[in-house]
């Protein structure tokens, strides 16, 4: 399955975006599919994720309660809704999907299929 994100952006403390992660060539039945970021001079870092075998959504800490992770199956997509953004949060964000067991669903290496990313900068 190939990944396409979309959605970044220049926005200002405060305000929201909403990424989107589109597949092509298959669907995300059976994958459990995580949003990762990366910002400059820093290592990829987890964001959020949903497990495919429960189904559970898990966030890093620095965005809970800010960040939601949905799948939308009748659109193909899984989305991250950030609200709240902080500048800290200005990264390129990477959606990833894979089948990762439950204990590495924060590990980038357990995932195999990975979008091209996409730029989100939050003004001071």
């Known amino acids: 399955v190939q990944l396409q994100a979309s959605g970044g952006g220049l926005v200002q403390a405060g305000g929201s975006l909403r990424l989107s992660c589109a597949a092509s060539g298959g669907t995300f039945r059976g994958y459990s599919v995580g949003w990762f970021r990366q910002a400059p001079g820093k290592e990829r870092e987890f964001v959020a994720a949903i497990h495919a075998g429960n189904m559970h959504s898990y966030y890093d800490d620095s965005v809970k309660g800010r960040f939601t992770i949905s799948r939308d199956n009748a659109k193909n997509s899984v989305n991250l809704q950030m609200n709240s953004l902080k500048p800290e949060d200005t990264a390129v964000y990477y959606c990833?999907?894979?089948?990762?067991?439950?204990?590495?669903?924060?590990?980038?290496?357990?995932?195999?299929?990975w979008g091209q990313g996409t730029l989100v900068t939050v003004s001071s």
């Open positions: 990833a999907a894979g089948r990762p067991i439950l204990s590495s669903i924060r590990r980038s290496l357990a995932y195999g299929n």
